[in-house]
């Protein structure tokens, strides 16, 4: 895994609103089908960061790639190339199952003919095919969030931004939401995920934790469990970010 | 299917899933215009006028004929100078007609119960009108454009110049911060669709209903309210186009400076309604208005479109003479939309 090439790599990614620093000196390596938790408290920068490698906030100062494209100069390619889901489960409520994933299917740029082909093995492999014809509005937020997460993927990117997909799920939920993550790993696709579960960063390739605008953390869960000599993620969150200011 | 025209298609599921926006977009502009047109009206009919006469004389009867056939009085009776009083007080009656004859001379008093300003300013000038006629250079009044003084004349291009402002500023803005708030709006910004598409994507959708809402209220106002319909009905057609985009312009703008469909509403809705109301010329003329006013009337959309509508629709003179009022409202459109897509484009 380590020889593998980075999807992402950032440096000193800075991001300021008037003399508020929201993203301090970002910098950050991801490589290719890795499973990246990118952990913080709340205000701590997580969503301003990845709204940055998205390509939806230009950085005050600093330097990148995200999918080889510069995110300075070329957001409009790197746009091209990810998938995201956003942290409010957030798809066309009013539309159907199989409606939402053939528009954002097209938005993406998919192919019309495999549009309706792909769309309804997804609806398949969801077992939302009974549903599909439904507005998505009537469906439990589990299956909201794992069709949010069908629809970001769609289109098979190479990276896939995930900003708490799990929030305000139920446990068998979340599992069967990591079960996915998993398998689009293992299809090739890169996967960076915020979360709020300290347990959900167990299951991450590597995890990095933000404090006020900083990463101070980062490495495979065991790694950081051995560094800070805590036997779950749940205390390593809680030593590293114990002097966190803004919470 | 292209990304513009499955914008497009979700847009329009959207309004015809939701029919709760599309009847009041469509339904509240009729309920007003009928309104306006039938219902409320600064026509007085109907005072109830009340005779006081010192001396019977053929003068008089006359005179009291000429109002007993007037549509606009009802003539309640001859009654004693100390019961007129009475009546007034009582609410029995809107004015009185004291006539008296001193040496040959007939001369006449006004009064009415002013408790209501406008009628009894309205009431006074009616019966002068009438009584004067018997005056030896009698004056001949000609009212050019609406020779019956229909309000209804008067209020169509109000309520149209009211209705696109609202309804289109409140549309597009609460239907792209309701996109945000529920953030599918990032979803669409992180995708590869170019913001000018989502844009489009947005404003064409409720530019077509606001077309139809157009058709609606003119075919309303060219039958039911019996406006004469001429050839510059075209006119009005473009010229509430060219609204209309200024209005959908708005609505975006407004969009970019709240974050909620609460807040979207509330300054499309009132920041926009009172001064089109108050200053637009839509009720009050921008001619009597102190002269600040009448310059900050000049920043208001309603205001030139309200005036080139009464131009073409009621003077119905050439196309022309709404030259200046279609100037201001293009450049108007141009300023909003550039702020706008400027406002909207900006990567944060």
Sequence with gaps: MKTSENVISVRHLTKRFGDFTAVDDLSLDVRKGEIFGFLGANGAGKTTAMRMLCGLSRPTSGSGTVAGFDIVRQPEDIKRHIGYMSQKFSLYGQLTVRENLTLFATIYGMPASDIRRKADEACRALGM?????????????????????TAATLHTPDIVFLDEPTGGVDPATRRKFWEMIYRASSEGMTLFVTTHYLDEAEYCHRVSIMVDGRIRALDSPAGLKQQFRAATMDEVFRIVAQDARRT | MSIFRSLIRKEVLHLLRDPRTVTVVLVMPVVLLLLFGFAISTEVNGVRLLAVVGQHTDETHRLL?????????????????????????????????????????????????????????????????????????????HTLYNPQLKSAYQFVPGIMGMIFILICSMMTSVSIVSERESSTMDLLLVSPVRPRTIILGKLVPYFLLSCLLLGLMLTLSYTVLGLPFSPSALHVVWLSL????????????????????????????????????????????????????????????????????????????????????TAVLALMTLVVLTLAAKKFNLRK
Aim: hydrophobic share 50%.
């Design chain 1, 129 to 149: 095919d009974g549903v599909r014809d439904r507005p998505v509005r009537d469906l439990p937020l589990g299956w909201k969030q794992r069709l949010a997460f």
């Design chain 2, 65 to 141: 004929e000429r109002f007993r056939s007037n549509p606009c009085f009802t003539l309640e009776g001859i009654v004693a100078p100390h019961e007129a009083d009475d009546l007034l007080r009582q609410g029995k009656a809107d004015a009185v007609l004291v006539l008296r004859t001193d040496g040959g001379q007939l001369t006449h008093q006004v009064i009415t119960d002013a408790s209501n300003t406008n009628l009894a300013q309205t009431a006074t000038a009616y019966i002068e009108s009438v009584a004067s006629g018997e005056s030896s250079s009698p004056i001949v009044l």
């Design chain 2, 242 to 325: 060219l609204y209309i985009i200024l209005a959908l312009g708005l609505g975006m703008l407004v969009s970019t400076l709240v974050s909620t469909q609460v807040a979207a509403l509330l300054v499309s809705g009132m920041l926009f309604m009172v001064p089109v109301i108050m200053l637009s010329g839509m009720i009050f003329p921008v001619e009597n208005m102190p002269v600040a006013l009448q310059g900050v009337s000049c920043l208001i959309p309603a205001r030139w479109y309200i005036s080139a509508l009464r131009v073409l629709m009621i003077q119905q003179l050439p196309v022309r003479h709404i030259l200046p009022q």
